[in-house]
């Protein structure tokens, strides 16, 4: 042998003899398995118990210690699962006094726990609906959480490996501190129109429809809306709404399958969409519907003022047209140079004609009706092509003579977003006059005027 070959063969030995006592005391030093279990007493965790949970508005949450014989000598997974069947057993065995089974639906608890490596103690988040708590209010909610297949040897604790929370609502929550979802007019039958924020429209009327959340305002949530006939159905036959006629959900009004709640508000509201040909057939009747909350989120319904009976008062709630009703009618300029664009076009019903007008400075178009009459609304539709020529500054006039007049509303810098737009103007009038004419003292930006349709309103 080379003497170039000793020292590395001397290295080479020497590496092999560290070698194997760094072996030796890596396996001196390797960890035992530990036992696992849900830390309880006497299989039971009680909530609350000292300050073992934390309440919000809308969740429960409540943090299962899993504790482990030592520290965990590598990372090892296990499985998390509820038992149903233990709770329902256990209730009929009356063993746990006044308790029902926390349904699934109510909860989120994880399906599998990773506990790292030299840890001792590990926790389990379990989230619980506060809805839970409310709908059982009185009684207790029970629950059976258990751990299984422990992975990398370890072992599970023979009666620590399941334990039955059991959570106590009347020390959660006082019952004043339920939140009632309901209407928020219920409890008789509500007449409509009960204020003055409908919407009347020629062809259907808005109704805001407005719901109640007591208590503390939280996360948003949802609640269904439906028609409830049967309800209003009753009332009719026992004579409490007698002479009513039952509106029907499609044919005669709509309404959204689902109300949405945003956070930290107390009221929403829908709207219940009216149409007018239902209220004009019934006129002379007393129209009813009903409408019923269920299935909310989050919170609970309140089983008295979860459906409301509404009465419709036809004669308050038609808007009716009357532009062309026993009417003269005459404008202070008229298009001489295109017989399809004369100043008749802009009360005939159409959107797709209109009035042109050159050489534009002001001009009116004025109504002429046989007897007084009362209006507080009017529409104005934009013409099919040029916005330069759209109406910008106008006031409606009523006159008793023709003569001497009362500008009823005033409008200025109006400006229509796209073509054949009807925008409909309300102003407060409860006089009646026989003369009323639409004054156009300026347009956007033109020497012609256009515009499609000009429409009085009659309001209750």
């Known amino acids: 042998?080379?003497?170039?070959m000793l020292p590395v063969l001397l290295l080479l030995?020497?590496?092999?003899?560290?070698?194997?006592?760094?072996?030796?005391k890596f396996q001196d030093e390797q960890l035992s398995p530990v036992n696992v279990s849900i830390q309880s007493t006497n299989g039971r965790i009680a909530v609350p118990s000292g300050n073992n949970y934390i309440k919000t508005t809308d969740y429960l949450n409540i943090p299962v210690k899993i504790v482990l014989s030592a520290a965990a000598p590598k990372i090892f997974t296990m499985d998390v699962q509820v038992n149903n069947d233990t709770i329902m057993h256990m209730i009929e065995q009356q063993q746990l006094g006044d308790a029902v089974l926390l349904e699934d639906v109510y909860y989120q608890l994880p399906k599998t726990a990773e506990i790292r490596f030299g840890i001792d103690t590990f926790t389990l988040p379990l989230q619980i609906s506060m809805q839970a708590v409310e709908?059982?209010?009185?009684?207790?909610?029970?629950?059976?959480?258990?751990?299984?297949?422990?992975?990398?040897g370890n072992t599970l604790d023979a009666k620590g490996k399941m334990a039955i929370l059991l959570i106590n609502t009347t020390e959660i929550i006082r019952q004043e501190d339920i939140h009632y979802i309901s209407f928020t007019a219920a409890g008789s039958v509500l007449q409509q129109p009960s204020g003055t924020d409908h919407t009347l429209g020629t062809n259907e009327v808005v109704l805001p429809v407005s719901v109640t959340l007591g208590g503390v305002a939280g996360g948003a949530f949802t609640v269904n809306v439906s028609a409830s006939p049967d309800t209003a159905q009753k009332l009719i036959d026992?004579?409490?709404?007698?002479?009513?006629?039952?509106?029907?959900?499609?044919?005669?009004?709509?309404?959204?399958?689902?109300?949405?709640?945003?956070?930290?508000?107390?009221?929403?509201?829908?709207?219940?969409?009216?149409?007018?040909?239902?209220?004009?057939?019934?006129?002379?009747?007393?129209?009813?519907?009903?409408?019923?909350?269920?299935?909310?989120?989050?919170?609970?319904?309140?089983a008295e003022r979860s459906a409301i009976v509404m009465a419709l008062d036809p004669s308050r709630l038609i808007e009716t047209d009357i532009t062309n009703t026993n009417i003269s009618y005459k404008t202070q300029y008229e298009n001489t140079s295109n017989a399809n664009e004369t100043s008749g076009k802009l009360i005939d019903n159409n959107i797709n004609s209109k009035f042109l007008l050159f050489n534009f400075s002001t001009v009116w178009a004025q109504l002429e009706f046989a007897t007084p009459q009362t209006t507080g609304a009017y529409?104005?539709?934009?013409?099919?092509?040029?916005?330069?020529?759209?109406?910008?500054n106008w006031t409606l006039e009523g006159s008793d003579n023709g003569t001497d007049w009362t500008v009823l509303d005033t409008q200025t810098d109006q400006s229509f977003g796209s073509r054949f737009l009807t925008v409909k103007y309300t102003f407060n009038n409860q006089v009646a006059f026989k003369f009323y004419r639409l004054n156009v003292s300026a347009v956007k930006n033109s020497t012609l005027f256009q515009l499609a349709e000009w429409r009085l309103l009659k309001r209750p």
């Open 1 to 4: 042998m080379s003497r170039n």
């Open 13 to 24: 030995l020497l590496s092999g003899i560290l070698s194997c006592k760094k072996d030796d």
């Open 135 to 152: 709908r059982y209010y009185g009684k207790t909610l029970a629950l059976a959480v258990g751990l299984s297949d422990v992975g990398k």
């Open 238 to 302: 026992n004579g409490t709404l007698s002479g009513s006629v039952l509106l029907k959900e499609g044919d005669d009004y709509s309404i959204p399958s689902t109300l949405t709640f945003p956070a930290n508000t107390n009221t929403a509201r829908f709207n219940l969409v009216v149409k007018t040909d239902a209220l004009k057939r019934n006129a002379q009747n007393k129209p009813v519907l009903a409408l019923s909350l269920s299935s909310p989120t989050r919170h609970l319904l309140d």
């Open 379 to 392: 529409t104005m539709t934009s013409a099919n092509d040029a916005p330069e020529r759209d109406p910008k």
